[in-house]
């Protein structure tokens, strides 16, 4: 096809979006039958809209990532600043561009709040770049440091760690791993701390304690001296908003005390600020040797990811000459320059604080008004990331039979129809707004999600 663009045609546009585009984690035939994409045009604050005119809150902050909202011009013209002075320079040659440099450091100026040795930051370009790196920066230092065997990663089933061959293996979730025989060697999945889903009616402490319970019989089962780390999201997130118990967390790093095994935390997500701290690992308590972070770190204004690790890591690392890994895009100057001004933006306008003590608290008390909603088994939220799960009876964690799996986006459509975007995964529906959004904002997702349970009710 052909066709000379036209001012934002969207019959055209749609026409050539399933000529020529193949989106990221889409059904092509199903696409087919929609007619294609839905095509967003502009954004402002916490609205998105689209070609043919729909507005819709956007309780999904992009994916996840637009922290400090739309149309921040700001960030426009720090990469325009950039790009002008310096386009592009890469960190290959022992070289390395003032941005990147500048943003390490305030990075690490975050990171150290709760964990002094967490200074040092490598860049990437995405989530899943960035966890790939932690996998082969991790095996590098077991090997450096003489300990050669260290080669497992211990993770969680229905984790999400991006969907390079080696985050996708990280990640826990099965669907993803039967397209491209994945898992790669090396990668143990256990529990996951879903209360709701698999620990129904149980003490959180207790089911804590399981999940725990089930990483150490891992441990012992491959053997301690072969396994290398654990990865975990603070809070997993297109998991379903998995929000483990409060002590769970300091549990688990105990054992990767106990065992001399690294602490890594997938702070894609939870990082910048989602959980009302800088990074979701601070809300814990604990103190991981690793984290990889991206999303918020540029309020998804261009695309940049880093991993953050600890002096000890990099002690050992200065022993074995070259670290063979890098990407042209590592420390990409214009992207560095826009996440600094992004966390500018976070620190003037306070935005983490703003979550912890006011949005964050404002949602989780918005949301108990679905709590009697006779579709809500639970509705459930952490700072700015919400929960709603779906049940076939009140009281339970039953599912909907025949449906299973299907409510999610069952009612995530008719979210959106009624111009809310959130998402839909399995049976519940997950939130993630910008962290600027307001009270009367947040009582609109809520409003919209109530009249949007009521209107799935019959077809469910
Ligand atoms: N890790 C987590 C926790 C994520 O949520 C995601 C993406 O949603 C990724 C990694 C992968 O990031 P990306 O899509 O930028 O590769």
Redo the contacts with the bound molecule.
Sequence with gaps: MNLPLKNNDSAELKALDLAHHLPAQADYALLEQLGGSRIITHAEGCVITDIDGKSLLDGMAG??CVNVGYGRSELAEAAYKQMLELPYYNTFFKTATAPAVRLAAKIAEKMVLSNPDLKHVFFNS??????DTVFRLVRHYWTLKGEPDRQVFISRRN??????VA?ASL?GMTFMHAQGGLPIPGIEHVRQPYLFGEGFGQDPDAFADACVQDIEDRILSVGPDKVAAFIG?PV???GGVVIPPQSYWPKVEALCRKYGILLIC?????GFGRLGQWFGHQHYGVKPDII?M??GLSSGYL?I?AVGVSSHIVEVLKTGGDFVHGYTYSGHPAACAVALANIGIIEREGLIERTREVTGPYLATALTRLDGHPLVGEARSIGLLGAVEIVSEKGTNLRFKGAEGHAGPVVRDICIKNGLMVRGIRDTIVMCPPLIITEAEIDRIVDILEASLNEAEPVL
């Design positions: 994916l996840w995405s989530g899943s770049e960035a966890n984790a999400y760690h991006g969907s390079t985050g990640g999201e997993q997130g297109a997938d702070e894609v997500i939870c990889a991206a999303k695309p990811s």
